[in-house]
């Protein structure tokens, strides 16, 4: 019975993760400056608490304009309080499940414009989903009750251009590691 739910957890997991994957290729376009936030009335809005999401839908839309503000250079997330963290010691209510690039360069909370909270990120380079990655998607919407799963890529992304290398080139860079690795010991005996 243990092993029928746990299957069906995993078939749950990735429907959900098939149908509700969303492949996001976030650039740095020209910014709108009607979203822009003039200072003064940025501190207020920090700390006026979005409502959460109710549905997949409703989740996308919160990342869109999330994306959007910060796509503007008008963030509202930037400072999270002491009352904030406070509260999320005792539980988390994250409205979304991204995976994630390791790249430095797409920091997701970031991206979306998101507090402390709000997202349950898992980052892997190249979005490659392992079972600790799928485990923790999993607990995810098992358990925090995410509404949606998002994929997020990103243009540039070093280990998918070397997956798409041909054999020998990553055979050579292989190759040459190794020597690297072998350069760099440190002798302890």
């Known amino acids: 019975m243990a092993n029928y739910n746990s299957e069906k957890r995993r078939s749950k997991t990735l429907c959900l993760f098939a149908a509700l994957s969303i492949c996001l290729v976030i650039s740095a376009g020209k910014s709108d400056r009607s979203l822009e936030i003039p200072s003064g009335?940025?501190?207020?809005?920090?700390?006026?608490?979005?409502?959460a999401p109710a549905n997949a839908s409703e989740a996308v839309a919160r990342l869109v304009k999330g994306?959007?503000?910060f796509v503007a250079g008008g963030p509202l997330h930037g400072h999270p309080s002491v009352a904030r963290r406070k509260e999320l010691?005792?539980?988390?209510?994250?409205?979304?499940?991204?995976?994630?690039?390791?790249d430095s360069r797409v920091p997701t909370e970031l991206l979306f414009d998101q507090g402390l909270g709000d997202l349950f990120v898992v980052r892997v380079a190249g979005n490659v989903v392992a079972?600790?990655?799928?485990?923790?998607?999993?607990?995810a919407v098992d358990h925090l009750?995410?509404?949606?799963?998002l994929v997020l890529g990103h243009e540039g992304c070093g280990t998918v251009t070397?997956?798409?290398e041909p054999?020998?080139?990553?055979?050579?860079?292989a190759k040459?590691?190794?020597l690297k690795k072998r350069k760099y010991q440190v002798n302890t005996g």
Request: hydrophobic share 30%; charged share 25%; glycine share 4%.
């Open 89 to 102: 010691l005792a539980e988390q209510h994250p409205f979304a499940t991204v995976l994630g690039c390791s």
């Open 162 to 164: 070397a997956a798409l």
């Open 67 to 69: 994306n959007e503000r």
């Open 145 to 149: 009750n995410t509404p949606l799963v």
């Open 41 to 51: 009335e940025r501190s207020a809005q920090t700390q006026a608490e979005e409502p």
């Open 176 to 178: 040459e590691s190794s």
């Open 167 to 173: 054999e020998a080139a990553r055979n050579k860079e």
């Open 131 to 139: 079972p600790d990655d799928l485990g923790s998607i999993e607990y």
